[in-house]
């Protein structure tokens, strides 16, 4: 098969001829149609995630797809062959950027039948990532106010419809993507470039972080006392390392790590926590029964070849792209 992959970290994606992957017990093996492209894919390449995840290599990139199951693992029973699917695979087995992956079937769900495949392929990470920080860590009730951040990027596209199906009031920064904005339903739409979040918002019940920085540490203060904070971009915690059961030393260095984050988290009485989604079945069924239902719809702001697939990772690289950036396979 045709895959996108990396022979060593920061190397320049090449294409390559690689074997099929073969299903194992509860895996299927999936004729990819679409995959999209995420920050994570660059974090990936370049490394920044070894403390976390740290590849052999070559290694074929991508992280979530949506495609037609072709063949079934040993004892896999929840699918069957010409199922159209879609999904994350967990962290050990990504590599959507290719025409076929071995994916375990507790990680993927039946495709929502009003989407296209390129449709589909812009939500798992996505979906499941706004999912888990909205709804377990966050804990959204009608009627509280969240910050989404980057609200025109690939999360907060998805984050806001699923707040405002949630019954928040929601907020966002952005800049030329405030129309979009808007029509996805944000309240509230602070354009970064004219104006600072830390100065016009106060007392509010949340915060969704994908920028990390400076942006992350000014959003302690817009929270009301007991309020919670969660980031996909910021540093991890030693809570964190400790849940995912990365020992000792990793516990210490992350704690050492976000020990400025955890101090301005206690200043202000609010709770921080660092996010590194999961892949769920359960929850992207969750998402799908919201997708037919038109409660929340994908954004995606360009299709490439896999051909171009190289130019579709500089182009995600600039951090301009209004929604998702999709690669068809099909």
């Known amino acids: 098969m045709k895959a996108l992959m990396i022979e060593k970290y920061k190397a320049d994606p090449i294409i390559a001829e690689l074997p099929t992957p073969e299903a194992e017990d509860f895996e299927v093996l999936v004729e990819i149609h679409a995959a999209s492209l995420n920050p994570l894919d660059t974090k990936i390449r370049n490394g ?40 994350r695979p967990r962290a050990e087995k990504i590599g959507t950027f290719a025409e076929y992956v071995a994916v ?17 392929a812009a939500v798992p990470l996505v979906g499941l ?3 888990q920080a909205l709804h377990d860590i966050l804990q959204i009730k009608a009627g509280q106010k ?19 199906s949630m019954g928040a009031t929601v907020a966002t920064t952005a800049s030329d993507g405030s ?27 949340a915060v969704l972080d994908t920028i990390g920085g400076a942006s992350l540490e000014k959003s302690f203060a817009i929270l009301k006392e007991e309020g ?33 984050l955890m101090k301005l988290a206690r200043k202000n009485n609010v709770q921080y926590t660092f996010l590194f989604m999961k892949p769920s079945a359960e929850q992207l069924q969750v998402l799908t029964k919201l997708l037919e239902a038109e409660k929340i719809k994908p ?11 190289q130019k579709a990772l500089a182009y995600l690289e600039k951090g301009k792209a209004k929604g998702k950036i999709i690669i068809k396979m099909k």
Do not use: C, W
Not at 64 to 76: E, P, Q, S, Y
Not at 104 to 120: G, Q
Not at 240 to 260: Q, R, T
């Open 48 to 87: 920044e995630l070894k403390l976390l995840l740290d590849y052999k290599m070559p290694l074929t990139l991508g992280n979530d797809f949506a495609g037609k199951v072709i063949k079934l693992g040993n004892k896999a029973t929840k699918f069957k062959v010409g199922d159209e699917v879609y999904g």
């Open 104 to 120: 375990h079937e507790d990680d993927i769900a039946l495709k929502p039948i009003n989407l296209s495949f390129y449709e589909a």
């Open 129 to 131: 990532t706004s999912y």
């Open 146 to 164: 969240v910050l989404i951040h980057a609200g025109a990027g690939g999360v907060g596209t998805f984050a806001i419809q699923l707040a405002k």
């Open 179 to 205: 129309g979009l904005v808007k029509t996805l339903g944000a309240d509230r739409v602070i354009n970064y470039k004219e104006e600072k979040f830390e100065d016009v918002l106060h007392e509010y019940d």
């Open 228 to 260: 919670r904070l969660v980031s996909v971009s910021g540093t991890p915690t030693g809570r964190f390392a400790e849940e995912n059961g990365l020992g000792i030393v990793k516990k210490i260095l992350f704690s050492l790590a976000s020990a400025k």
């Open 299 to 309: 954004v995606i702001d360009t299709v490439f070849s896999f051909e171009d697939a």
